[in-house]
T-cell receptor, first 112, second 113 residues
Framework: DQQVKQNSPSLSVQEGRISILNCDYT??????FLWYKKYPAEGPTFLIS?????DKNEDGRFTVFLNKSAKHLSLHIVPSQPGDSAVYFC???????????FGKGTKLSVIP | GAVVSQHPSRVICKSGTSVKIECRSL??????MFWYRQFPKQSLMLMAT?????????EQGVEKDKFLINHASLTLSTLTVTSAHPEDSSFYIC?????????FGPGTRLTVL
């Protein structure tokens, strides 16, 4: 049973536009969420996180929104840049464990 | 801050040999480190949780005698793939926990011939 789902395996966006990456989760015990960016043959890089007590967290071009009632979070990147092209993983933590549960990732392609 | 290194970045070995991968937290102490494996075009699969000074906790289906984990200090965890076989070829990634965030190493590409 997949507790963290990223239903879009890929997304293409024009440079300068907004990229919106979505993530759904099923376990209501998760209390913090993270987004990671990953290039091929490299480890994931932490981007931004949000605690379940918040509904928005912003860091530069990256904003994460959390809708607890819908068990949904999204990552907004604006403006998108070609260097943002990578696979983005959503992860959830808490539920009494230090472990993270990862989604399968969404490959973002930003077209110049 | 929160830099994690892995060594080696890539290794090629013969079937039947053992390979050790090191994971170090460079600027923080990590009581908990994690080892993941990533297959092509798939998500990260957690293999085990490594706790400093105690035995690692393995995920279901991961052979603890094949994937030996040692977390001897607050900045170093090692994964040893024993008697490696071609099906063990994969991308192995470690992470170290600091506050509520895991910071990942750059990964190790293991190829078993």
């Amino acid at each position: 049973d997949q507790q963290v789902k990223q239903n879009s395996p890929s997304l293409s966006v024009q440079e300068g536009r907004i990229s919106i990456l979505n993530c759904d989760y099923t376990n209501s015990m998760f209390d913090y969420f993270l987004w990671y960016k990953k290039y091929p043959a490299e480890g994931p890089t932490f981007l931004i996180s949000i605690s379940s007590i918040k509904d928005k967290n912003e860091d530069g071009r990256f904003t994460v929104f959390l809708n607890k009632s819908a068990k949904h979070l999204s990552l907004h990147i604006v403006p998108s840049q070609p260097g943002d092209s990578a696979v983005y993983f959503c992860a959830a933590g808490g539920a009494g464990s230090y472990q993270l549960t990862f989604g399968k990732g969404t490959k973002l392609s930003v077209i110049p | 801050g929160a830099v994690v290194s892995q060594h080696p970045s890539r290794v090629i070995c013969k079937s039947g040999t053992s390979v050790k991968i090191e994971c170090r937290s460079l600027d923080f102490q990590a009581t908990t480190m994690f080892w993941y494996r990533q297959f092509p075009k798939q998500s990260l699969m957690l293999m085990a949780t490594s706790n400093e000074g105690s035995k690692a906790t393995y995920e279901q289906g991961v052979e603890k005698d094949k994937f030996l984990i040692n977390h001897a200090s607050l900045t170093l965890s090692t994964l040893t793939v024993t008697s490696a076989h071609p099906e063990d070829s994969s991308f192995y990634i470690c992470s170290a926990r600091w506050t509520d965030t895991q910071y990942f190493g750059p990964g190790t590409r293991l190829t078993v011939l």
